[in-house]
């Protein structure tokens, strides 16, 4: 909070004060800007490629009869984290990923998969430019998108692929002459589409998504670099508005008439007194902004991964392989084929474009998940406090931007965590582990940065309230960023008044 200079009392409002002053000037830019991009973010988020949306844009699978399967240079004993099937550009493709030798899994979603051509049995070659524009084509056509292909271009790296670039690189972009201005980004060694954007995405993006997360590809392609500059940006922004509740609160003065109040007028009423009103706000916005980079490791937790491969158990590339070339006929039309070993016992899951799944176990038959599976699969852990079939979220899994999978399988753990693992009920995946670190992030990040309380989550009353308190934030932000600015456009001309006067005086002086 920027205030002029009346006198103060103690001695340590004036260095607090110069301070705060004199922070504001860049910080309290950069939190107006995360204010108005907040606006946005409310009902536009950064473009990205959901699963659901992946799994639309693939075509139907088709499997190459013979034994295609045992042409993969894979030894048989080789221990996968993960591994699925799907057509690229009218071919049959295996997609696996080894476990990693240190033997945590690999979340399927963070790892470049090893892609095999079905029919030859040899990894797959680099896409040539005609089969990008078939997978590019038929991703637009399985999408909905109402255009041709218009160009294919290689990229290095660019706003909406900092993610996902150099875990898919080579990367091209192909862009589709559609009204909505619709590009999508392929890999170039496996085929797979790894995002998707329209015009309406990335002009909102520009203005939301980017300036809210400080996220310039300059910047963010370095992640370490970009997690620091946005970890103390959030500390100085709290240094920021605490010092700002200190300093309003003691320049309040005590009329004539007896009551408390402003001794400012015009701006300075307005940045002070809304400051006094919504600066612990303003403080729980941009900590908890703080809190949402985990930082030096402050909500960092392995629960998923620990937890994810003992619910699974090992798998072996045998297995896999016994297990696809037992399927005899698929139940439903499927665009791809994914492994589901649960409890160290091999299954697959088919799924349909619409998203609808089917469970086969080894045998290749279909199989229902039940609770004695799911509970024989949970004995290799800690011991399970409660087991229950959710039909709706509850307050670590649930709906909020995106979709969530329901219905789940909740078990809360009887360790020192009290960890709880919400498990597919159709295919017996783990969705999601949440420990004490994950239940503290949870409260100290989401709810208070977004709103994100039961009852207003999914309510138009979210908006209703969120609106004015962001408004009303933007108003302390925006002023006191105004009012430091020109009080530093007002120092700097002194300076140079003050510096033309010495100049002029030594000119005088010198002889001619």
């Excluded at 992946?54 to 009869?65: C, E, F």
């Excluded at 508005?241 to 003691?250: A, C, K, N, P």
Aim: aromatic share 8%; proline share 7%; hydrophobic share 45%.
């Amino acid at each position: 909070m920027t205030v002029p200079r009346p006198r103060s009392r103690g001695r340590l409002l004036p260095p607090l004060l110069v301070l705060h002053r004199w922070m504001g000037v860049i910080v309290g830019a950069v939190m107006t800007l995360w204010c108005l991009s907040g606006f946005v973010m409310l009902c536009v988020d950064y473009p990205r490629l959901l699963p659901a949306e992946q799994i639309r844009g693939l075509s139907p699978l088709h499997l190459p009869a013979g034994g295609s399967l045992a042409r993969i240079a894979l030894p048989p004993d080789t221990r996968l984290a993960s591994a699925r099937l799907e057509m690229v550009a009218g071919k049959p493709v295996l997609r696996v990923v080894p476990e990693k030798g240190d033997g945590r899994a690999i979340w399927q979603m963070r790892a470049s998969p090893q892609s095999y051509d079905l029919g030859t049995g040899a990894l797959l070659a680099p896409l040539s430019r005609e089969y990008l524009g078939k997978v590019g084509t038929q991703f637009g056509s399985n999408s909905g998108i109402a255009g041709p292909v218009a160009a294919i271009t290689p990229i290095s790296v660019d706003q909406w692929t900092v993610q996902t670039f150099r875990a898919n690189r080579p990367l091209y972009r192909v862009d589709y002459a559609d009204a909505a201005g619709s590009t999508a980004y392929i890999a170039g060694l496996t085929g797979e589409v790894v995002q998707k954007t329209t015009r309406f995405e990335r002009f909102w993006g520009w203005l939301g998504a980017v300036p809210h997360w400080l996220y310039p590809t300059v910047l963010r392609q370095n992640p370490a670099v970009w997690s620091q500059v946005v970890i103390w940006t959030s500390l100085t922004g709290c240094f920021l508005s605490v010092t700002g509740i200190w300093v309003g609160i003691s320049r309040l003065r005590r009329r004539k008439d007896g009551s408390i109040g402003s001794p400012y007028s015009g701006l300075w009423w307005w940045h002070h007194m809304a400051g006094l009103v919504f600066g612990l706000l303003t403080l729980t916005w941009v900590g908890s902004g703080l809190f949402s980079m985990s930082p030096w490791g402050l909500f960092d937790s392995d629960a998923g991964l620990v937890e994810r491969q003992r619910l699974a158990g090992a798998m072996h590339w045998i297995d896999m392989r016994t297990a696809l070339a037992n399927v005899r006929q698929f139940p439903i039309n499927p665009v791809r084929v994914e492994s589901a070993p649960l409890g160290g016992k091999m299954a697959l899951v088919v799924i349909a474009a619409d998203g609808r799944m089917v469970r086969l176990d080894s045998a290749g038959k279909p199989a229902v998940l039940t609770r004695a599976d799911v509970t024989a699969a949970l004995r290799s852990g800690p011991h399970v406090a409660s087991l229950d079939l959710l039909s709706e979220g509850d307050s670590y899994y649930y709906a909020h931007k995106e979709p969530v999978r329901l219905p789940v399988w909740r078990a809360v753990l009887a360790d020192p965590q009290a960890t709880r693992l919400y498990i597919d009920a159709t295919s017996g995946t783990l969705l999601r582990a949440v420990d004490g670190t994950g239940r503290a992030e949870r409260w100290l990040w989401n709810a208070p940065h977004t709103f994100d309380l039961p009852g207003l989550r999914q309510s138009l009353w979210r908006y209703v309230i969120v609106l004015p308190l962001l408004a009303a934030v933007t108003l302390v932000c925006g002023t006191g960023a105004w009012m430091g600015m020109r009080k530093l456009g007002r120092d700097m001309r002194r300076i140079r008044r003050r510096l033309s006067r010495h100049i002029f005086s030594l000119r005088s002086r010198s002889p001619s």
